[in-house]
């Protein structure tokens, strides 16, 4: 996947274009266009598919996954409201393509991935073009325990309900999104941890994401 890592004028023509289009769907963050216009999507492609790394649309990595929709990521990032230094962990690693972008915007990011190739791929990749982001292989309901809490969470895959011990897992104070099932679609959902460890739900529309795997078995 090394020859992916060359960024040529072309490909930051494209870039630009799809942050165009994504701007034109609505999502105003300046610091999350910037991150996306920043960082080169093709690194998380397969060679032989770098012609569909700047479509406004998802892709498949393997393993039943995909590389979110460049919108779709916007959305979620710029929903976060991520800030610089926190702490943030990212359930669904996938290609690392998401948290990438969360450590271009300052976060510490950690990341957590339940299909085995993909994790081995994202934690042997990133650090080859300076993320340093710490993903660990686990179930994503569980969260990271260990490194709670976090200021914020990012779910990247459609979960059936909310799980409790994320949420457990969140700061007071802090925020998590998580794509939660409705029928064969997800609604977009965001939890504000208050000071008294009360939550505020809120939901911002309807997105398809695969699913949320739970007690990993390979």
Do not use: W
């Amino acid at each position: 996947m090394t020859s992916n890592f060359v960024d040529t004028f072309r490909h930051k023509g494209l870039r630009k274009k799809l942050v165009e289009i994504i701007k034109k769907k609505g999502i105003s963050s300046k610091s999350v266009l910037e991150a996306m216009e920043a960082l080169p999507r093709h690194f998380f492609f397969d060679s032989g598919f770098l012609e569909f790394a700047y479509e406004d649309k998802a892709f498949p990595i393997g393993e039943g996954q995909t590389i979110s929709q460049p919108y779709t990521v916007a959305f979620q990032t710029e929903l976060l409201d991520v800030k610089k230094g926190q702490k943030v962990l990212e359930v669904g690693t996938g290609s690392g393509y998401q948290a990438a972008i969360l450590f271009h915007l300052g976060a510490k990011v950690y990341s957590i991935e339940r299909q085995r190739v993909l994790f081995l791929k994202a934690k042997e990749m990133l650090p080859k073009i300076g993320c340093i982001v710490k993903v660990h292989f686990g179930d994503g309901y569980n969260g990271l325990p260990a490194f709670a809490p976090f200021d914020r969470i990012l779910v990247t895959a459609g979960a059936p309900y909310i799980p409790e011990k994320l949420v457990e897992q969140l700061k007071p104070g802090g925020k998590m999104v998580i794509p939660v099932d409705e029928n064969d679609y997800q609604i977009m959902t965001l939890i504000t941890k208050n000071a008294d460890n009360s939550i505020k739900v809120s939901t911002h529309g309807a997105f398809r994401f695969v699913p949320l795997l739970g007690d990993k078995s390979q």
